[in-house]
């Protein structure tokens, strides 16, 4: 595929302001220095941080990232966490697992590490065992997306994109949702999060939430944060109206039962 097929689809969606937003996703990112209860600080984009900080927590919980590597937001959840807290962080690929088990060596005091535990398995399967269901006081899922800005900045993976690219995503987005929605407990917070673009891979996959389960077990949290834009389900945080934070997609449900 050329690239023009890529612009030709994104600024379907987006119109006139594609030129805007595709200049501010070919631009370097700032990150932030992010080291609330960390033993040093983290370099993470804020868009991140919000949608991790979105994630209600009880005292003496017990929490999943699902799809925890390279370990930034992982790091913002355990900072939060009481004494009494535990987080399960995530990560099926065994490469972006030991990524992972760095970071958070590196950047938790050795307490707070305690409380964090590392697995590593297909989080969009897990739910398949009763045995596991409802198992979670929270549930946060960035999920695998199309990450636009990582394939504008890359000519070999512009170069394979196709418009099949956001279907097929948005499928494995859908598995893993509904497995996080079934693993959280009645009275639970789930925190859906990408950096994709696309609507496809974000309120058509937060709105199935809604078309399997219904409206007696699901009810829409809003994220708190004011930044970015409002969608029917979340907020987007776009670089190009947002001083280069994002993209992230983010939204919030309550499981009611």
Known sequence: MSPEIFDDYYRSRYG???EALKKSLLETPAPVSYGDGL????LLDQASVLAAQSLRLNEGGFFLDACAAPGGKSLV???RMGKDGRLLSNELSAERRRRLVNVL???LDPEKRKQVTVSGFDAG???????????FDAVFLDAPCSSERHVLADARALSQWTPARPKFLARRQWALLSAAFLLLRPGGSLVYAT???A???NDAVAARLFDKYGEAAVRIDPPDFPDG???????IILPDLSNGRGPLYVARFYRIR
């Open 39 to 42: 033993v040093k600080p983290y």
């Open 199 to 201: 609507e496809e891979e």
């Open 229 to 235: 834009e409002k969608t029917r389900f979340g907020r």
């Open 125 to 135: 399967r897990e739910a398949g065992r009763k045995s596991e269901r409802g198992r």
């Open 77 to 79: 959840i355990a900072s």
């Open 105 to 107: 060596d590196a950047h």
């Open 16 to 18: 006139s302001r594609w």
């Open 195 to 197: 950096c994709a673009l």
